[in-house]
């Protein structure tokens, strides 16, 4: 069965050009705290929605790490030496989400990686575009170098879907086979 299933994520990592191992998982990030234990450290996940009182609201979700007796933010860094992220945003409009992610964590909590996904509005939300994903890993600062953090997420590669879509999540799940939502963003959200 073990052999089976590397030889599957190997055969899925040569056709779509990614690199997920067998035993990582998603992991629903639900409105709230979500508490994970990667690389033995408590981390935190908060999923906060942010109201627009019109088909635009979206949530916004930051990353923390316990260092100690500190809780340290996990940021995202592009492939571009200064670009940082303090949060990620899942959203859109009414009809179709213009940037989601995945979170994914092997099933024995030895690492953990992000799949952003992002599309242009083109002329309206409703036209299909090109979906931009973005692979992120969870990178530790084990040297304490200037400039990061203990833990950050480093972008590893960026790859355009194969269609086009109105929606990220549709591109994400048709593509990538990483389900149909990130996690429940709340009561008072869109059901999406």
Known sequence: MKAMKRRVSLLLALVTGIAWAASDRPVPINNGMNTLKILGTD????????????????????????????????????????????ELTAGGGADCRLHDFRMLISL???????????????????????????????KKNEESLPGAPLFFFQATKRVDSKA?????????????????????????CPGR
């Not at 994400?172 to 990483?178: A, F, G, T, V, W």
């Open 43 to 86: 981390f935190q996940v908060f999923r906060a929605w942010r109201e627009n009182y019109d088909a635009h609201g979206f949530d916004v979700v930051t990353f923390y790490s316990r260092n100690n007796d500190t809780w340290g933010l996990v940021p995202l860094f592009d492939e571009f030496k200064g670009n940082e992220m303090l």
């Open 108 to 138: 024995d909590g030895s690492d953990a990686k992000l799949l952003v996904a992002k599309r242009d509005p083109g002329n309206s939300y409703l036209d299909p575009e090109a979906v931009r994903f973005v692979y992120y890993e969870l």
């Open 164 to 188: 086009a879509y109105c929606d990220v999540n549709d591109a994400i799940n048709k593509e990538l086979h990483l389900g149909e939502q990130s996690g429940f963003c709340g009561k008072d």
